[in-house]
């Protein structure tokens, strides 16, 4: 058998060169269009949700949320198992189904079920299903830090121009953000004052809550056209706010700024984060499902040379490599690389 390939080759000695540089071209093909990731894709198909429940208890979550999310997507085809954690203010469920089943259909029956689900749970809670990941999930950590800058200012950079670019960049499924201050418009009502005057705590939230509240203004007809009316002048400082009538006692008007003081302040945290020991923002950039995770993490690098002069103008420093796992597979490659050229040399030594 083995000389009667030697002959074959010896004799169509084109067909067989002409068979090793198409085997070759392929090769090199498959190799720089390859899925390279630091694990194979051996997550179960599951569907996380997330219910941010702001004042409940622990239990107060698991009654009035958990409770509520886990009948209704109970039943769906092919759902293996349901697993739920309830701490103050969120809650967090797992639904698993079976290997074979399709994560993006288990998705979107996941999704139809929450979709009528809001009626049932307290005002103003909505479930939210998490960006689908890979199993590596994080495909690049960096950081922000400033000594001239607060934490407010740094985070609201970071939320409003950071956060959005880069979740333009194909296959990120999200930015988890840890650290900073996010700024808040508040209301910090003085019980004193609330006692001068003869108010409730409700009637404050009324007064600002239908300040802030953008309303449409319907339109006026006439013969031959219809004009849209828009309602403009809605509060948007706080010395606006300070403005608002809350109450008209005695001929005279006690207003928002009377009672309370409004200024920009920072929510209450539930974390922080620290770079080096100075504190500062920790950004985890997650990558999509099936999504190369070296390609990922370079497309992304190149996008944060964006703000390279932002960072520079306001004297931000920026921490490109607090953890990067596409160090392991470039690494790897390089690696293999120079195993697979000595082993070449050796044959070609023997050969010869």
Not at 315 to 330: G, S, V
């Amino acid at each position: 058998m083995l000389s009667t390939l030697v002959r074959f080759s010896i004799r169509f000695y084109g067909i067989v060169i002409a068979l090793a540089v198409l085997i070759l071209l392929y090769g090199s093909y498959r190799f720089t269009t390859a899925g390279l990731d630091i694990f194979p894709e051996f997550a179960p198909k599951r569907v996380i949700i997330q219910t941010e429940s702001p004042g409940l208890s622990a239990e107060q979550v698991e009654v009035l949320v958990t409770r509520q999310i886990e009948m209704s997507i109970s039943g769906l085809v092919g759902l293996e198992s349901v697993r739920s954690e309830s701490i103050q203010g969120l809650s967090i469920i797992t639904a698993t189904f079976v290997e074979k089943s399709d994560v993006y259909r288990n998705r979107q029956l996941v999704s139809e079920r929450l979709a009528r689900l809001p009626a049932h749970l307290p005002l103003g809670i909505v479930p939210v299903v998490i960006p689908l990941s890979s199993s590596s999930a994080t495909v690049l950590t960096i950081g922000l830090s400033s000594d001239t800058k607060d934490l407010m200012a740094l985070r609201s950079l970071v939320d409003w121009t950071i956060v959005p670019r880069l979740l333009a960049v194909p296959g990120v499924a999200d930015v988890n953000v840890f650290g900073g201050e996010i700024a808040q418009l508040q209301i910090q009502v003085d019980p004193v004052q609330l006692h001068r005057f003869n108010l409730a705590l409700d009637d404050i939230i009324q007064a600002a809550s239908q300040a802030g509240t953008i309303q449409g203004g319907g339109f006026i007809e006439n013969i031959n056209q219809r004009i849209t009316l828009q309602v403009t002048g809605q509060p948007t400082r706080p010395e606006q706010f300070a403005k608002i009538i809350v109450k008209r006692d005695q001929g005279r008007n006690i207003t928002l700024g009377e009672v309370t003081t409004i200024r920009y302040a920072a929510e209450p945290p539930i974390g922080a984060a620290q770079i080096r020991g100075k504190p500062g923002i920790v950004m985890m950039v997650i990558g999509q499902y099936g999504a190369n995770t070296l390609t990922v993490s370079r497309q992304v690098e190149q996008t944060l040379k964006e703000f390279e002069p932002v960072f520079k103008n306001e004297a931000i420093t920026f921490y490109e490599h607090l953890f990067r796992p596409a160090d392991y597979i470039e690494r790897s490659i390089a690696n293999l690389s120079g195993h697979l050229l000595i082993g070449g040399l050796f044959v070609l030594i023997i050969l010869l």
